[in-house]
């Protein structure tokens, strides 16, 4: 399905798909950092230990994250940023370059376990594979987690205008790390739906059409995201309850387009933090379908202030809408 961008100043769709790119690299980073600190905490232990997370904070002396700092990502936005940055380096989406900067940073923390920010299992058993000399084809783990779906907002953003090629790349970048189908159609949803949001689709309608895309690779995943729809009149703590908050693909990707369709983008980036379970990539990835929404604006400074990384990250989105501007007007 290609989505040709129509408007009567394309100078002002330019400036708006450059502040959308930013928001959704911004909105990623910062929903991560805040999630960070309570990343296996349940939702009861949460509001116990810190009631709601509105502000960046360090993580306990004894969490797994002791050794990161407020404002500091995990894993989730490295490898939003290793699949940015493959995109930028090589013009378009290749696969290969990613997978050479998959296997550069796995070097870095297998040789240096402290700068491990949290590696899923999968991906770790995935990349150390690759370094062995795996086929990329074949070093994918069929393990229905989310970590090839936090990080392929970049593909959405450069690919908006064509959401085939969207759905075609979130799903071959997946493959390395995460071959199962239900991991590969959350990839899908979230792309899909970081296209439609800088498009400027409703929230539920961005819903559906995430869930219709995501169904060619794994029907029940589909089934499970637009649960996200069914339970929106239920108190959120239930409705996050009732989809479930791990790193299982089928929660974590459901949680997160909850939280985008409920509430509004601060308001959904602290209900993601404060939900328990798999804090940070539930938040990275509404902030990434906040940002490619609504831009940069909503995004508080208390956050930003702090935030690793920042001109990176901000400079990796704008990067990423000159690609996108260029390959969606045909140049």
Known sequence: MVISPSTSNPKTMEVDVVDRCKGCMLG?????????????????????????????????????????????????????????????????????????KLKDWGKCWLTDPSLNRGVGWTSNAAIQGLLEDASWKESGLPTPTCGSAMRCAPIGLVYYCNLDLVSRYADLQSLPTHSSPAARAGAIAVATGVALGLLGFSPSKVTEMAAKFSERADPKFARHLLMAKELLDLDPSEALKEIGTSPMVTET??????????????????????????TDSIASIVGALMGAAHGTSWIPQRWLTCLEDRDRIKGAGLSLASMAFDICNGR
Not at 262 to 277: D, N, R, V, W
């Open 28 to 100: 990623l980073a910062v929903g991560d950092a805040l999630g960070m600190p309570v990343e296996g905490f349940s939702a009861d232990k949460i509001k116990e230990c810190i009631g709601t997370v509105c502000d960046m904070i360090s993580p306990d002396k004894d969490h797994f994250h002791c050794n990161l700092k407020e404002g500091q990502y995990t894993d989730d936005t490295e490898q939003t940023l290793l699949l940015a940055e493959s995109i930028i380096e090589a013009g378009f989406f290749d696969i290969e370059s990613f997978v050479l």
């Open 253 to 278: 990707v459901p949680a997160a387009f909850y939280c985008y369709l409920k509430f509004e983008p601060e308001e959904a980036l602290i209900a993601a933090a404060s939900g328990g379970g798999d």
